[in-house]
């Protein structure tokens, strides 16, 4: 792989000012969660891409998405167990290229529990493989190997994942009176695989234990598999 020379990253500690522009080894103190956006994205006639906010459950802050594919990995990273944090449009990377000066704005800057950095971009299916040779991809991954981060290229997961993640996620901001049905929940599980139609009940609660089924699967409490159709003989585990 080709090595870069030069290369820095510039982030924004203000919305409105000059940005700061460090070399990687000094970049270590940087708490890039608390900069502001390097760019937000415009509306335009004729746009191809759809610029959008996404509410972060996790950290109760929009996150700032240039497309619905990328609206689509923060839904993924919030409804990830090990994410603590997200930030979008986190920093600009900088670097010459035959002694011209190049910059590539990374999607994602996520940390986890177990606080590792990744560094995330969002590409198309149609695009990944050609985005995966090209300069910008070699050059971040240097990066974040010399920052002892980790880069991952993303793709828009199928369409059964993220209809069910979309249903799931509309009830990711919390139940009222959820601990009415969830110790029950949880201890019908932990029996054993139960179907979505059993763990709902009859129809005079049903109306009220759904919600609290379905806000408990996002939580990461009880799990089910994604990338089948959600039905009433959808099975639901207790996260082991």
């Known amino acids: ?87 979008s449009q986190p920093f600009a990377l900088h670097y010459i290229y035959r002694k011209k000066l190049f910059k590539h704005y990374p999607d994602f800057y996520v940390t986890t529990l177990n606080e590792e950095v990744r560094i995330i971009d969002v590409k198309t299916s149609n695009s990944v493989a050609r985005f995966l040779e090209d300069r910008q991809y070699l050059v971040t991954a240097q990066a974040c190997t010399e920052l002892g981060w980790s880069y991952e290229v993303v793709v828009e997961p199928s369409a059964t994942f993220a209809a069910n993640l979309h249903w799931l996620a509309d009830y990711r901001h919390g139940v009222p009176d959820a601990t009415n049905f969830t110790d029950g929940l949880i201890e019908l599980c932990g029996e054993g695989p139960q179907s979505i139609g059993t763990l709902s009940g009859d129809s005079t609660t049903r109306l009220f234990v759904r919600p609290v089924l379905f806000w408990l699967i996002w939580c990461g409490v009880l799990t089910i598999d994604l990338t089948q159709p959600l039905t009433e003989a959808t099975l639901v585990r207790l996260r082991t």
């Open 1 to 87: 792989m080709k090595d870069f020379s030069n290369l820095q990253i510039s982030f924004k500690p203000w919305p409105k000012g000059e940005d700061e522009t460090l070399l990687l080894s000094e970049i270590a103190p940087i708490d890039i969660h608390k900069c502001y956006p390097m760019r937000r994205p415009t509306a335009y006639h004729g746009q191809k891409h759809f610029p959008n906010l996404y509410f972060f459950q996790k950290t109760k802050k929009h996150i700032v998405c240039e497309s619905l594919n990328e609206k689509m990995a923060a839904m993924v990273l919030d409804f990830s167990p090990s994410t603590r944090d997200v930030s």
